[in-house]
C-alpha cells in the first residue's frame, strides 16, 4: 500500500502527525508533502512544496491519503475517489491560527466521507482497519458545503 501525506502550506509546522507516523509500525511506502514542516525520518520520504499537479499525481498513485484539515487537500483527494484520514491542526498545539479546520473535518467524517484521527492511537486503528472501513462517496454538492463553511467561518470570527 502506497500512503501519500499532505500537510499542507500552513507557516506553522505540523510535526504532531508525523511524530504519529514515525511512532507506529507501518511497513508500506509514506510519501509526504510537507511544506514548512522539517522532519527527520527513515521511513518517509518528504517532497517539501510541490504544484498542483505533482499533488494530484502523488493522491493518484496512492492507496491512501492521510491529510491536515485544509479543505483543497481534501476535496481533491476526494474527488479522486480516495479513502482519506484527516488529522486536524490545532490551535492548542500551535499548528494553525484558529480551529476552522477541525470544523471542516468534523463536519465531513459525520457525513461519513472520511475518517476523522485526532489522537495516535485512532490514527493507527484506522490505518490499520482501512481496507475495512465503508466511506460514503464523495458526489459535490457545492451550493450546500459552502453554505455550511461560510456559517463556520461567520462563528469563527464572532469568536476571534
Known amino acids: 500500500m502506497r500512503i501519500?501525506?499532505?500537510?499542507?502550506?500552513q507557516k506553522q509546522p505540523f510535526t504532531r502527525?508525523?511524530?504519529y507516523l514515525?511512532?507506529?509500525e507501518i511497513d508500506e511506502s509514506i510519501i509526504v508533502q510537507n511544506g514548512n514542516t522539517i522532519f527527520e525520518s527513515k521511513k518517509m520520504k518528504f517532497l517539501g512544496f510541490i504544484t498542483r499537479e505533482e499533488m494530484q499525481k502523488e493522491i493518484r498513485k496512492a492507496d491512501l491519503i492521510i491529510t491536515h484539515g485544509g479543505g483543497g487537500s481534501i476535496f481533491e483527494a476526494l474527488q479522486l475517489q480516495k479513502k482519506v484520514i484527516c488529522v486536524p491542526r490545532r490551535k492548542r498545539y500551535g499548528e494553525h491560527i484558529n480551529d476552522h479546520q477541525m470544523e471542516i473535518v468534523l463536519y465531513l467524517s459525520q457525513k461519513k466521507y472520511i475518517i476523522l484521527c485526532e489522537e495516535k492511537e485512532s490514527l493507527k486503528a484506522a490505518i490499520s482497519n482501512i481496507n475495512n472501513i465503508k466511506l460514503k462517496k464523495y458526489e459535490?454538492?457545492?451550493e450546500t458545503f459552502v453554505d455550511h463553511m461560510e456559517k463556520i467561518v461567520d462563528d469563527l470570527l464572532k469568536i476571534s
Open 140 to 142: 459535490p454538492h457545492i
Open 4 to 9: 501519500f501525506v499532505t500537510l499542507g502550506t
Open 22 to 24: 514515525e511512532e507506529m
Open 17 to 19: 502527525l508525523l511524530s
